[in-house]
């Protein structure tokens, strides 16, 4: 929940994510106390947002950043696969849509729901965002991560940018969102997530996609949109629904009417969720401008320049080079004893730096007497 995160390890989780930028998390619920409660967050003056079974949701003004209700807003659930969302605005940016690759064997091989992606296949980085958004490939996520430099790049890319925007209650460990232990989002975090993604036109044309011709290594076949509202919901313009056994349901949605958008998050929901996120939305574009929020969508956190590291230059020293020891060691922390291990670590190396600067010094005043 919001409550454990803490100022210190929000900052010092941003500096070993980013390498050099630092990310300082608030002592309050990101977004205004009132979003730190479990129960529902809903403004006077109005009727009550609709009865849902989500455990969690957030209603919010897209164009202002309002929150108009809320429920349990920064309670930590599995994000299944609207976490792909982060994937898409962290990666976006980073990759060429025209660059073409041949996915590996691993990225075609990925459980869970898929796009069918063939190592027999050419893919231009525009398709696979497509696969990614529209049809959910877990396939296409791999792909997507292995063309950005491989997993763990892309892991610590996501992580980074999740903390840019403050999201802090997001923690990314697969690109698809598949369940994977320590892995979380918030309602409030996949509200902020799509608001970032809504900024940019290539994500919104993906999202908004009814249906696109895929690549297949003798032709096309049809794909098509996993969002249920799209094209049956007025204004939807689109974003992310997902689903697992240990999460169950979990959707991010934005509609547009008369200028304006509404973006609805919800996460472990174990029904048909469609309906009523459909009613979420009337609710919010019916009270916008009437309400008093309740809280507010930030915007990304302002850089904050680290301090340098001691330890730095030990950073270029890959897993392959480690000792078997440190090795196993090393997979069996967590960040919280990855980061004591650094500065012990680091401290250690200073220490013994200083150290040989006394012993040497010492040698050449020995010797400026003698």
Not at 27 to 44: C, N, Q, Y
Not at 329 to 358: C, E
């Amino acid at each position: 929940m919001w409550t454990k995160i803490v100022p210190v390890t929000a900052l010092i989780a941003s500096v070993t994510l980013t390498g050099g930028t630092a990310y300082a998390a608030p002592t309050t619920p990101v977004g205004g106390e009132a979003l730190g409660s479990r129960g529902l967050v809903a403004p006077p003056g109005v009727e009550h947002p609709p009865k849902t079974q989500a455990k969690s949701y957030v209603i919010a003004d897209v164009e202002t950043g309002d929150v108009l209700a809320a429920k349990d807003a920064h309670g930590r659930y599995l994000p299944a696969s609207t976490l792909k969302t982060l994937t898409a605005v962290t990666l976006i940016p980073k990759l060429d849509k025209d660059r073409e690759i041949r996915p590996s064997r691993n990225a075609c091989n990925q459980e869970g729901s898929a796009v069918g992606l063939s190592v027999k296949a050419t893919y231009k980085v525009d398709d696979l965002f497509r696969a990614l958004l529209m049809a959910s490939g877990n396939d296409a996520a791999m792909a997507l991560a292995e063309t950005n430099g491989g997993l763990a790049k892309t892991m610590r890319d996501m992580n980074a940018e999740a903390k840019r925007l403050q999201a802090y209650d997001t923690v990314a460990k697969t690109p698809s969102g598949l369940d994977k232990p320590g892995q979380s989002s918030s309602a409030y975090d996949l509200a902020l997530i799509a608001r970032a993604g809504l900024a940019n036109p290539a994500f919104r044309e993906y999202i908004s996609t009814k249906r696109a011709n895929f690549p297949a290594p003798k032709g096309h076949y049809e794909i098509s949109n996993h969002n249920k509202l799209l094209g049956r919901y007025k204004g939807m313009i689109g974003v992310k629904n997902g689903w697992t056994s240990k999460a169950l349901g979990s959707f991010v949605g934005a509609a547009t009417r008369d200028g304006h958008t509404i973006v609805v998050s919800i996460m472990r929901h174990d029904g048909y969720f469609w309906d009523e996120v459909a009613k979420l939305l009337d609710w919010g574009f019916a009270v916008r401008g009437k309400a008093t929020p309740v809280g507010k969508l930030v915007n990304p956190a302002p850089d904050v320049q680290a301090a340098p590291r001691a330890s730095a230059p030990a950073a270029h020293v890959t897993p392959a080079a480690q000792p078997p020891l440190l090795d196993t060691a090393a997979s069996r922390q967590d960040d919280s004893t990855k980061l004591v291990g650094s500065l012990v670590i680091g401290g250690g190396v200073l220490f013994g730096l200083v150290w040989l600067g006394f012993g040497i010094r010492r040698r050449r005043r020995a010797r400026s007497r003698s």
